[in-house]
């Protein structure tokens, strides 16, 4: 097939690329080109400029693709990349493209817990988008996944680096009570269930996944804790509301801000779906964090 991944530079679009090149497919790889897309080449993919919010450069890089996949989102809202303006607006204009350049089938990624409740700005704008997908006329399918973890993630590389840099003898800050469960999910994974809907063709509905366990904030923070260092920590609970003004000023100030007001919003809601979610809906089983977060050892970003 020859497939648009719409977003395909960034983390999950590179396992994606890696993962559907492998399998014989011809990809073009759509985004406004502000990260490398040395990766691409190397799968034999070709790349086309064009950007989701205006629309501009859709039509001409979805033409003659048999699917499209779109993985364009920011959790964090920086100038005109707003969570409307890119998670909805984007997703309507990837759709609309989609449904008159003819497209069979039109993929796209979500997140648990997407719904149009407005104290949960990112997963509102989720939603949203899955409602323009839903009228657009476009054949699809929509997945919704947990957090995602591999190399070059936004969140478990920020926690790694968050515990690596607390001094030993700091206690280390847990944002909250550290009860909210998540369910991550490996990006080879999440690749592995975009392609298997590929070849299965539109539902023209929702799938969840997410990795074999559910776990609290703190048991993430506490598998990551023996993974980067070798001492054991002692921790302390720090309300949300204390650090959210820390967060908003990182925001404010720094290009790849530590944490974000929208993420520890995320905290506030369990982040899950059946633990047997991706072996239902995909016939297999996922990897397990604590058995793969080797990767987090590596100190980067
Ligand atoms: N990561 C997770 O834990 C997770 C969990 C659940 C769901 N998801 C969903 O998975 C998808 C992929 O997430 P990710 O973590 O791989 O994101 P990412 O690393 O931030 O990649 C985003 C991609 O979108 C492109 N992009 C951004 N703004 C654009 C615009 N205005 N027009 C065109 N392209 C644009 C970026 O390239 P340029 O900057 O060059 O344009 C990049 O290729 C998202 O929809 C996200 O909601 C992720």
Request: no cysteine; glycine share 26%.
């Given at each position: 097939m020859r497939i648009a991944i719409v977003?395909?530079?960034?983390f999950v679009g590179s396992q994606l690329t890696a993962h559907l090149a492998e399998h014989g497919h011809e990809l073009v790889l759509v985004a406004?080109?502000?990260?490398?897309?040395a990766a691409s080449a190397a799968a034999g993919a070709q790349f086309a400029r064009a950007d989701v919010v205006t629309g501009t450069g859709l039509a001409e890089a979805l033409a003659g693709c048999q699917a499209v996949v779109n993985l364009v989102a920011v959790i964090v809202e920086k100038g005109r990349q707003t969570f409307d303006a890119v998670n909805r607006q984007g997703t309507a204009n990837v759709a609309q493209a989609a449904a008159e350049t003819g497209v069979a089938h039109l993929v796209q990624l979500s997140a648990l817990?997407?719904?149009?409740?407005?104290?949960f700005a990112y997963l509102a704008s989720k939603w949203a988008g899955e409602q323009a997908i839903a009228i657009s006329g476009a054949p699809h399918t929509i997945i919704r996944s947990s957090l995602v973890f591999g190399?070059?993630?936004?969140f478990f590389v920020k926690l790694a680096r968050l515990v690596r840099r607390t001094p030993p003898f700091f206690p280390l800050p847990i944002a909250g009570d550290g009860r909210t469960l998540f369910q991550p999910i490996a990006a080879v994974d999440v690749a592995r269930c975009i392609a298997l809907a590929l070849e299965r063709g539109p539902s023209n509905g929702v799938v969840s996944i997410g990795g074999p366990d559910h776990l609290s904030y703190e048991q993430i923070i506490d598998v990551i804790r023996a993974e980067v260092v070798s001492l054991p920590r002692l921790k302390v609970h720090v309300p949300v509301i204390a650090i959210k003004p820390v967060a908003r000023l990182m925001t404010a100030i720094?290009?790849?801000?530590?944490?974000t007001p929208s993420q520890l919003d995320l905290l506030g809601r369990n982040n899950v779906t059946l633990p047997g979610a991706v072996r239902v809906a995909f016939a297999f089983d996922p990897a397990r964090f604590a058995e793969s977060c080797?990767?987090?050892r590596r100190r980067g970003r």
């Open positions: 977003g395909g530079t960034g406004r080109g502000s990260r490398s897309h817990g997407a719904s149009p409740d407005p104290r190399p070059g993630d936004g720094m290009r790849d801000p530590l944490v080797g990767y987090l």
